[in-house]
């Protein structure tokens, strides 16, 4: 069993598809019954160790698709394993669409939702804000419905909660009307982008700049709702999209991954970005074709500290020589109450470090993850990070009260894993 990335490789004794809550809870108790664990994944689109291992896998793949759909408060309940590409055109039928998104849409609803993905946009809080309600069951068997309204508490707990408490079998998520986006984007110097983002961060909906430190230029991306056509998507350009953005872009990395060279390749890659411009339903505006596997983390700080921050990783790529064709990306994302989520009460600026899956990340992901705890930084939950108990207590001020939760919805440990203990675990003095 390997995750999208492949840096991640197990091998379960058992794979379990429960096909509705009451079939998930019985293999639940079943397993409570025999003293076994259980791991779920969603669309294994994470990097860290969060769905690995030796004892029962549980996915479900075998529950997707809507269950009701209220048009007049615009909440839809579905099936916690539909996958979020299947999810936006369901819910497009209805009118209805996520207030925003990350950069793909293969992940399951439920694996979104539990680790806080998030897209950008200042004004936007991330994709687990969305759900009101939902069917958990606990590591104790018992199926909780935990409804936002009458226990807004024991939401914002496990809200983001990674699969540590229970198995999300639904989920009722607050929707907006469905809206077209209209995308721009642009290549040019990261000094200009610096100078103009918090224009741009007042003006745009949506800003993310993807920063190349080997020629120190960006892309810029900007995103705002409009009424505008959808633009016409023939298949000959969702063809060049393939082979110009991933192809091409693979065979790049290749080359300069092999030859140790890197600047040639940037410059080219430079050239062949076009300014471009489109109008799309927001469900199809948001995805990109991510063909080219990497490696990937992404920290979480308080906005303010953007430049700062932005200015030491800068200085450390230089200092330290790394090399790699792959940007840091760099987004905004609104605070929150979700007691672990990245952007628990604090309006964000997410920065993620990417290599090319052949490279060598460590010494470079090692590097930043430092600057970003010196900073305060918070680990994206489904992207590597090396962060263990002490480091996220000492960031997440409800760290202890979630453990507090989390021992009591899951007293045996049914759900942990070896990487879950790391970050649960106390160590011993
Ligand atoms: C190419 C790529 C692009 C990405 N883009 C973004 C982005 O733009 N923004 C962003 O924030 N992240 C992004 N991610 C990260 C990704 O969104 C998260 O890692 C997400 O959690 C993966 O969802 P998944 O369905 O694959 O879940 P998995 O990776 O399979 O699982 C994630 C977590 O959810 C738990 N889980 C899964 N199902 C359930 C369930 N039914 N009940 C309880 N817990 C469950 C798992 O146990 C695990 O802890 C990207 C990842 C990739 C590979």
């Known amino acids: 069993m390997k995750n999208w990335a492949g840096n991640l490789e ?6 379990l598809t429960p096909t509705s809550t009451e079939s998930a809870q019985a293999l639940v108790k079943a397993h409570l ?3 076994k664990n259980i791991r779920m994944r969603g669309s294994a689109h994470s990097w860290t160790g969060l769905i690995a291992t030796k004892e029962s896998f549980l996915h479900l793949d075998e529950m997707q698709g809507l269950m009701e759909v209220d048009a007049s408060t615009q909440l839809i309940k579905a099936k916690a394993g539909t996958k979020l590409s299947l999810f936006g055109e369901e819910a497009f039928k209805h009118n209805l669409a996520l207030p925003n998104q990350g950069d793909i849409n293969h992940q399951s609803l439920a694996g979104a939702m539990s680790t806080g993905t998030h897209g950008t946009g200042v004004t936007l809080q991330s994709m687990s804000n969305q759900i009101k309600n939902l069917t958990l069951i606990a590591g104790t068997g018992e199926i909780l419905n935990i409804d ?12 983001v909660s990674f699969g540590s408490v229970g198995l999300m079998t639904e989920a009722t998520l607050k929707m907006i009307p469905a809206y077209k986006l209209k995308v721009e984007t642009f290549a040019e110097d990261m000094k200009t982008s610096l100078e103009k983002f918090k224009s741009r961060l007042k003006d745009n909906r949506h800003l993310e700049m993807f920063y190349f430190p080997v020629g120190d230029w960006s892309i810029v991306k900007m995103m705002n709702v409009t009424e505008e056509k959808e633009s016409p998507q023939s298949k000959f350009q969702k063809v060049s999209e393939l082979v110009l953005e991933n192809w091409l ?13 890197y600047r040639g390749p940037d410059k080219f890659m430079r050239k062949f970005v076009d300014h471009k411009v489109f109008v799309n339903w927001s469900h199809r505006a948001f995805p990109s074709a991510r063909t080219v596997r990497f490696m990937e983390m992404e920290f979480n700080l308080p906005i303010e500290k953007f430049e700062e921050v932005f200015e030491e990783l800068k200085a450390s790529i230089k200092k330290n020589n790394f090399q790699t064709l792959f940007p840091i990306e760099i987004r905004f994302v609104k ?10 009460k604090r309006d964000s600026v997410y920065f993620a470090i990417h290599t ?3 490279q060598d990340f460590r010494p470079y992901f090692e590097e930043m993850q430092n600057i970003f705890k010196r900073h305060g930084g918070r680990p994206h939950w489904g992207k590597w990070h090396s962060l263990k108990h002490d480091d996220l207590a000492a ?33 011993e003095a």
Do not use: C, M
Not at 10 to 15: D, G, L, Q, T
Not at 148 to 159: F, T, Y
């Open 10 to 15: 197990f091998h379960p004794k058992s794979i």
């Open 33 to 35: 019954s025999a003293n």
């Open 148 to 159: 936002g309204n009458k226990n807004p508490e024991l939401l914002n707990a496990v809200g």
């Open 249 to 261: 872009y693979e065979g790049l990395n290749i080359l300069a991954h092999k030859t140790n060279s």
């Open 335 to 344: 605070g929150d109450e979700l007691w672990l989520s990245p952007a628990y």
């Open 356 to 358: 090319y899956i052949q």
């Open 395 to 427: 960031v997440y001020p409800k760290w202890q009260e979630f453990k507090q939760v989390r021992s009591e919805l899951d007293p045996k440990g049914l759900w942990l894993n070896e990487h879950l203990r790391s970050l649960f675990d106390k160590p």
